[in-house]
T-cell receptor
Framework: SQKIEQNSEALNIQEGKTATLTCNYT??????LQWYRQDPGRGPVFLLL?????KEKRKERLKVTFDTTLKQSLFHITASQPADSATYLC????????????FGRGTSLIVHP | EAGVTQFPSHSVIEKGQTVTLRCDPI?????LYWYRRVMGKEIKFLLH????????ESGMPNNRFLAERTGGTYSTLKVQPAELEDSGVYFC????????????FGDGTRLSIL
């Protein structure tokens, strides 16, 4: 079955630096991949979707890359701010191209002022 | 526009009791989804409604869980009888009928079974 791996250790960085989070997956070839942000006690908030035929996607300070050969997506936040501190979830599409996402466990990002 | 709302935000019940969770999707969203996150695990899909019809209920853990969406508006998820392993955070999400649109999540109901 498909497996999604996100670093379980929190990523600590200084304000102003670029944060890079990794999502690796196995046993699957997703048609697309999504990134969500989740704050404590809140539901996930959709950030970006990247399709298998797209190498890179940007939205303001966010950038996502998708390498189907490495089976990996990288999520970058440039000029990070303390307000960016949250858990970031990677999600693949379901089997058969379903739009029901399969989530990873997420990586916590802590941006220090 | 109002977001997805879930009620209650927290529920603490004893094993064997019944609990009903409610989700009000964004107005006009035909797709409604239920998910669950057990502590330490990832968010997992439970089921999907399109309007009042169950499109996919492959994630429902067992027959103690019953979801309804009468009239195609709000949805309820009933657990009867509750077991210890049902503890977790239950999320609801909705999206427009166009499957290319992202899902909007509620803040979840934290369910604790004692």
């Amino acid at each position: 079955s498909q497996k999604i791996e996100q670093n379980s250790e929190a990523l600590n960085i200084q304000e102003g630096k670029t944060a890079t989070l990794t999502c690796n997956y196995t046993n699957y070839s997703p048609a697309y991949l999504q990134w969500y942000r989740q704050d404590p006690g809140r539901g996930p908030v959709f950030l970006l979707l990247i399709r298998e035929n797209e190498k890179e996607k940007r939205k303001e300070r966010l950038k996502v890359t998708f390498d189907t050969t490495l089976k990996q997506s990288l999520f970058h936040i440039t000029a990070s701010q303390p307000a960016d501190s949250a858990t970031y979830l990677c999600a693949l599409d379901g089997s058969g191209g379903s739009y029901i996402p399969t989530f990873g466990r997420g990586t916590s990002l802590i941006v220090h002022p | 526009e109002a977001g997805v709302t879930q009620f209650p935000s927290h529920s603490v019940i004893e094993k064997g009791q019944t609990v009903t969770l409610r989700c009000d999707p964004i107005s006009g969203h035909d797709n409604l989804y239920w998910y669950r996150r057990v502590m330490g695990k990832e968010i997992k899909f439970l089921l999907h409604f399109v309007k009042e019809s169950k499109q996919d209920e492959s994630g429902m853990p067992n027959n103690r869980f019953l979801a309804e969406r009468t009239g195609g508006t709000y949805s309820t998820l009933k657990v009867q009888p509750a077991e210890l392993e049902d503890s977790g955070v239950y999320f609801c999400a909705s999206s427009p009928i166009d499957s290319n649109q992202p899902q909007h999540f509620g803040d979840g109901t934290r369910l604790s079974i004692l």
